[in-house]
């Protein structure tokens, strides 16, 4: 009973009436026509996050690279597909939101030069040159009057350090840490689990499945918002 | 009716007992745990061509990249990640077949060094160092007891050029060639056109879905086969 109360069936109400945007899935970098750069990404968590927002009462808008998933019913999906193409739609949507959560894997480079026909194979050995990408959460961090901003941070060594530090460089209110790469949970998965990180405070969200986790930090994220 | 002619339903046993092997899908080339280079194939066409073959009497064996189609019924499905894997899994199976496929869109080139921990954001500028991957078809047509060989071209300019230089540079007896990044057809599309040349020989497949698409090509190769 006690952990059935923290989620959004049980918690209805709770967000009503807040703009929430929230960012999802991988980003597409073009080397050409045909080829790109991109990660595992699946986009369940922002997913999850969105749908669960939206039955807390909030409006959302979510803005998503190129996923298989649906898009989830009363809310506004934008579909992207590069890092810069999602900062172009988040700068777009940002006004007048509450709250921000950040849970799209964006490249942090992509190429210099996209090749306007498919690139031939030639040489043995080539390089690409990439560049960084625009930080999207920084950006939103950096704004005068900016929502109440959370950042992910998936990690494969190092968790509660970078993390840390990716709080307080960005200047986030949050930030939802998880590990990638381990047998259980990440990216591919549909379940994980939560270290999440705000100024004098931390709370751990053991692995359940993504729908939950998400309940879980939007209550968290609402009790922040009030504090 | 002459058009209904010439598909799998219409068509039993046309290559009853032969063995197939076909590629299919990307293929992902990791950089780090979480980020790889890829491309747009979405394995419908290898796919419709396995479930074609199989239904004109064939043993299939499929090798597949990473995509979000069931295995077909009745196919010898073999999952691979990147064009290495590809390559091995190829090679592990060539034995004994009558008919290659290669309608995967295998990458060219894969990274040096793949990262074991997830690359940190630092410089302005990054340089990724790539290097040839083998040639899967090619490899195959250089067998001593190679089996047919089908390899596809999918370009973006001088299609027919392009195919016909890989048709002789690389041994094949056939090649599927066909535009990408046009309105209709190609990688994320349930439609293609094919223009397909072999020695002495050319012929035409209009715009039509991948499924029919796989049986007019399959109707082709076993002419051919017993040319």
Redesign the interface.
């Known amino acids: 009973a006690i952990l059935q109360s923290i989620n959004a069936h049980s918690s209805p109400g709770i967000l009503q009436g807040k703009k929430i945007l929230i960012t999802a899935g991988p980003t597409r970098e073009r080397?050409?026509?045909?080829?790109?750069?991109?990660?595992?990404?699946s986009g369940k968590m922002g997913y999850a996050l969105a749908e669960q927002a939206q039955k807390l009462g909030a409006l959302v808008t979510l803005v998503s690279g190129p996923v298989?998933l649906s898009a989830p019913e009363y809310v506004n999906t934008v579909l992207v597909e590069s890092a810069a193409d999602m900062y172009d739609a988040v700068m777009k949507h940002i006004a007048g939101q509450d709250i921000m959560i950040a849970a799209a894997?964006v490249?942090?480079?992509t190429p210099?030069h996209v090749q306007?026909?498919?690139?031939k194979?030639q040489?043995?050995?080539?390089?690409?040159?990439?560049?960084?990408t625009k930080d999207i959460v920084a950006s939103i961090a950096r704004l005068k009057n900016k929502p109440f901003t959370i950042g992910f941070a998936?990690?494969?060594?190092h968790l509660e350090q970078y993390a840390l530090d990716k709080l307080q460089r960005k200047k986030l209110d949050m930030i939802a840490a998880n590990w990638?790469?381990q047998v259980e949970g990440g990216?591919d998965s549909a379940v994980n689990a939560l270290q999440v990180y705000w100024k004098n405070g931390q709370k751990t969200f053991t692995m359940t499945d993504k729908t939950r986790l998400a309940s879980q930090l939007l209550v968290l994220i609402a009790e922040r918002l009030d504090a």
């Open positions: 080397l050409d026509p045909v080829r790109y750069i991109t990660n595992r990404s298989t894997a490249a942090d480079y210099v306007e026909e498919k690139i194979k040489n043995e050995q080539t390089e690409l040159h990439l560049h960084k998936a990690e494969t060594q990638v790469g990216f």
